[in-house]
């Protein structure tokens, strides 16, 4: 997941964004957005819902690296400018990860310059670790550095209140439990992420956690959860991508019970 983050003090046009977003149509949220491009803040959201698009669909890169480089031209100071870097070094991890093009180095690089950007207190710092734990975690293959980033994503996500990021951030906390075999620890951070994209509505966030959650618990309860998933992914259109391998042949109604 992405993790940008919500806040109560949305205005209605980040309040339909972030709906229109959390349905996966995020060519339209960033359309809400044209009009303000010219404004480092708006053109900042526009890249980072065009880069998250890429993420999820393995689509659109020219025009998520269009919109970045807008956002990069319009920073004016130190905040904007990590802020600009830390969605660059996310389009990097998320091309890397995607096998679209290795852009490792160059995710490291961004997250770096970011990290140098912002200062300690920055409202930018939780996000900032969040995705440097995910570099680690599925690049570096760090799974150590991953879970310290996380906690100081966790830490920073408490404290500013960030739901949608904290479900990120227990999301990878709990596939690295489940990975290292600690299934309650897995099963927990799993059902807490799955509890706040629920009450979110953040609906394209919902099947990587329950096909997280399926890994954890035995038959039937895991065909029902992976059944789920499934169903969930194709409504969304096959997306996020990386799911395909997991759910693509995975039946949308499981077998009866006998």
């Known amino acids: 997941m992405s993790g940008s983050g919500t806040t109560a003090a949305d205005d209605p046009l980040r309040s339909a964004v ?39 669909s393995g689509e659109g890169w020219a025009d998520a690296e269009d919109a970045l480089r807008t956002a990069e031209a319009l920073a004016g100071d130190d905040e904007e400018r990590g802020a600009a870097a830390c969605e660059r070094g996310r389009l990097a991890y998320a091309a890397t990860r995607l096998g679209v093009r290795d852009r490792a180095d160059e995710a490291r690089s961004a997250l770096g310059r970011a990290a140098a950007l912002l200062s300690p207190t920055s409202p930018g710092r939780p996000l ?18 991953a879970r310290a980033a996380f906690r100081r994503a966790q830490q920073g996500a408490e404290e500013q209140r960030d739901a949608l990021l904290l479900s990120c951030v227990r999301h990878h906390q709990a596939r690295l439990s489940l990975l ?26 919902v099947a990587p956690v329950l096909a997280g959650l399926a890994e954890c618990e035995p038959e039937p309860a895991a065909a029902r959860l992976r059944a789920e998933a499934a169903r969930l992914f194709r409504l969304l259109g096959g997306i996020p991508v990386w799911l395909a391998p997991t759910l693509a042949a995975v039946p949308a109604h499981p077998e009866p019970d006998v």
Request: net charge negative; hydrophobic share 45%.
């Open 18 to 56: 972030r709906r229109l977003r959390s349905r996966g149509c995020w060519a339209d949220a960033a359309a809400l957005l044209d009009t303000g491009a010219g404004d480092a803040r708006t053109a900042l959201e526009r890249a980072a819902l065009l880069v998250e698009r890429s993420l999820f």
């Open 128 to 145: 900032l670790d969040f995705r440097r734990g995910l570099v680690a975690e599925h690049i570096g293959e760090a799974p150590q550095a």
């Open 180 to 205: 290292d075999g600690e299934l309650t620890d897995a099963r927990q951070g799993f059902t807490e992420a799955l509890r706040i994209r629920m009450e979110l509505g953040h609906l394209i966030g």
